[in-house]
């Protein structure tokens, strides 16, 4: 469920079970025929029945977690009631799941899908606003983190404090806010809302994105306007670049010597 303008890297969408195709660009996927309620079919038709795709399927704490076919170790945090996104009034009950923690909670399984330890701080979670997504059912996309961005909060890491606060650099080209999160047990649904003067009508521009830091953790915040859709999810690599390189290069330097 990413859509970029045509300046982005790719445009991220479902998977094959939303009938789409792989085009000759590695790491795009195209549209066939696009249903916006995809995902809450597999979960609520498919899922919620006992049937595959979902990994994880919990009716109690009301998720589910889909493993994407869209990069070999991405995952999606679903709420298992009918939710359709950041703008969606349910995601500001104080009865709701805690989404980011729950989906922070399934990291190891990206380690998993790839057969070798990524390290925690290459992870993210992000979620797009509805401006730049596909799908109207609420997911948190849980993967590998652009190598550059992490490049970039770790040169910045000391200015990202407990305010709001604009990044001096750019991410992918876009402007976003960071906060320091000490720890993820505040809904960060909640943390964005209480800095909004109307939330029940500007929540639906936003995406946010959640990556470690040393200590703690960084929410990321960027805004629709123009041709920025605020897709949080283009901070994303699908492919894991920055760790499954490293680790390539690293057998390839042991068996020169």
């Not at 939303?18 to 590695?26: C, E, H, T």
């Not at 390290?119 to 730049?132: F, V, W, Y």
């Not at 306007?225 to 690599?237: N, W």
Request: hydrophobic residues 40%; aromatic residues 6%; glycine residues 8%.
């Amino acid at each position: 469920m990413l859509i970029r303008h045509p300046a982005g890297r790719a445009v991220a969408l479902v998977g094959a079970a939303l009938g789409l195709a792989v085009s000759a660009y590695a790491g795009t996927v195209i549209h066939k025929d696009h249903d916006p309620d995809a995902l809450w079919k597999i979960v609520h038709e498919k899922c919620a029945k006992g049937a595959k795709p979902c990994a994880v399927y919990d009716a109690l704490r009301g998720i589910a977690l889909l493993h994407s076919i869209e990069g070999r170790g991405q995952y999606l945090l679903i709420p298992t009631d009918k939710v359709t996104g950041i703008e969606s009034a349910a995601v500001l009950r104080a009865d709701q799941p805690n989404y980011f923690a729950q989906a922070w909670s399934y990291r190891d399984r990206v380690s998993a899908s790839y057969g070798l330890p990524i390290p925690e701080r290459m992870l993210s979670l992000a979620i797009n606003s509805s401006k730049g997504r596909s799908q109207n059912q609420l997911h948190i996309h849980l993967d590998c983190l652009v190598p550059e961005v992490r490049a970039v909060l770790d040169r910045n890491d000391g200015r990202i404090g407990p305010n709001w606060s604009i990044l001096p650099e750019p991410l992918n080209g876009h402007h976003y806010r960071a906060l320091y999160l000490a720890t993820l047990n505040a809904s960060p649904f909640l943390i964005l809302a209480a800095t909004l003067q109307h939330p029940e009508t500007e929540m639906g521009n936003h995406t946010l994105v959640l990556a470690p830091l040393d200590e703690g953790y960084v929410l990321l915040d960027d805004t629709a306007q123009g041709l920025d859709r605020a897709s949080g999810e283009e901070l994303q690599d699908h492919a894991c670049h920055g760790v499954i390189d490293a680790t390539a290069g690293q057998a390839a330097s042991k068996v020169t010597h």
